[in-house]
C-alpha cells in the first residue's frame, strides 16, 4: 500500500490569539515535523503570523485590508 499524503492549508484571517489559532499552530508544526505538506495563510501582523515565523515555519500573509 502506497503511503498518502496529507496535503493541507490552514486559513486565519483574525488578528487574535485565541483557542482556534493556537490549535492551529499545534496541528500546522505537527504536520511540518511528519513531512507532510502544511501552510498557514494568516493575516499581516497578527499573532499566528508571528508565531509561524518564529518556529519557522511555512506561513503566507494576507494584507491588513483584506484581514478581519
Known amino acids: 500500500m ?3 499524503k496529507i ?6 484571517l483574525t488578528h487574535e490569539w485565541r483557542g482556534g489559532q493556537q ?6 508544526q505537527a504536520l511540518t515535523e511528519l513531512k507532510q505538506t502544511s501552510v ?5 501582523g497578527s499573532e499566528l503570523a508571528k508565531r509561524c515565523q ?13 484581514a478581519f
Open 7 to 12: 496535503k493541507a492549508a490552514h486559513l486565519d
Open 40 to 44: 498557514v495563510i494568516c493575516a499581516e
Open 54 to 66: 518564529e518556529k519557522q515555519l511555512p506561513f503566507f500573509i494576507v494584507k491588513k485590508e483584506w
Open 23 to 28: 490549535q492551529v499552530l499545534y496541528l500546522h
Open 2 to 4: 502506497a503511503e498518502s
